[in-house]
């Protein structure tokens, strides 16, 4: 049985088949880790959602910002924008089957087996393991619930900036996403520059890509995320970065996880759905 680790999709179906393919994915027997954003912008997204949702156990898939913006259009809190690559699934006739299944995948994953933790963007140097998954499943708890409509429509926005324990309400949850789902730099004192989306070099001097900061809680854990195409594949210390671009005409990567180590990164190059 191998574990495989994939970039953001995006609705990219085509170029999904072609890596499983040549990685040789066999879905009797292997397992997908995904890094959220299964959807937007690409052609196929609801082939995407329902390939992976029929894995089953097979695959898991933690939730992204394009995720998480589809279950508030859909629920009529987002506003939907000139593209139209969601209205594949907003008028699918199995609709309501797989938005149910999208609400209830988790912002992260840990895997204490394989000894990694699966998320979309970052971790704020505060938090530790423990404290990280703790958060996820406050936020993973309302999506589940009867309310989620109302903090999906309440999600968006930059602030707070800064962790507090004192944090609570929708300020909380408000934070928690931003960090799991859009999170790429942040200060030594950990307030969030969600502004700042280029690749390193071009953010401004105060702000570190949030897997440099120093003294960051979480630095001993093996971290698998995606949600930066403009990062590309890294691997740096305990960190993979698996956002490679495939939907701007970059590649998709796999990464085969071992409990020793992952092997070397697996790419197909895509020809791109948009410019850059």
């Known amino acids: 049985m191998a574990t495989y680790a994939i970039g953001d999709i995006q609705g990219c179906y085509e170029e999904l088949h072609g890596l499983l393919e040549r990685i ?25 959602l329902r390939f992976v949702k029929g894995l089953g156990e ?27 690559s969601l209205e594949g699934i907003l008028t699918a006739p199995d609709r309501e089957e797989i938005l149910e299944w999208l609400r209830h995948r988790p912002l992260m994953h840990r895997d204490q087996r394989l000894g990694y933790s699966l998320l979309h963007a970052g971790l704020p140097p505060q938090w530790d393991l423990p404290a990280a998954l703790a958060h996820a499943a406050e936020v993973e708890r309302m999506l589940r619930g009867p309310h989620y409509g109302a903090f999906l429509g309440a999600m968006y926005g930059n602030s707070p ?23 790429r730099y942040c200060d030594a004192e950990g307030n969030l520059g969600l502004a700042e989306k280029g690749a390193p070099g071009s953010q401004s001097p105060d702000y570190l890509p949030w897997f440099e900061v120093p003294g960051r809680a979480s ?4 971290i698998i995320f995606g949600h930066w195409s403009t990062l ?14 495939c939907l701007w005409g970059g590649a998709l990567t796999a990464l085969p996880l071992r409990r020793k180590g992952p092997a070397r990164a697996i790419q197909l190059p895509c020809s791109g759905v948009l410019e850059p």
Do not use: K, Q
């Open 58 to 84: 097979r695959a898991i898939a933690v939730l992204g910002n394009h995720d998480l913006h589809l279950l508030a259009v859909a629920a009529g809190v987002g506003a939907r924008s000139e593209d139209e």
């Open 161 to 183: 900036m800064r962790w507090s324990d004192d944090l609570r309400g929708m300020e909380r949850l408000r934070f928690i996403t931003n960090c799991f789902t859009r999170l």
């Open 24 to 48: 040789g994915f066999n879905p009797g027997r292997d397992r997908l880790w995904l890094v959220g954003d299964l959807v937007n912008r690409g052609p196929r997204s609801v082939d995407v």
């Open 219 to 222: 630095a001993g854990e093996r």
């Open 232 to 245: 590309g594949y890294l691997h740096t210390g305990n960190v993979w970065a698996l956002d490679s671009g």
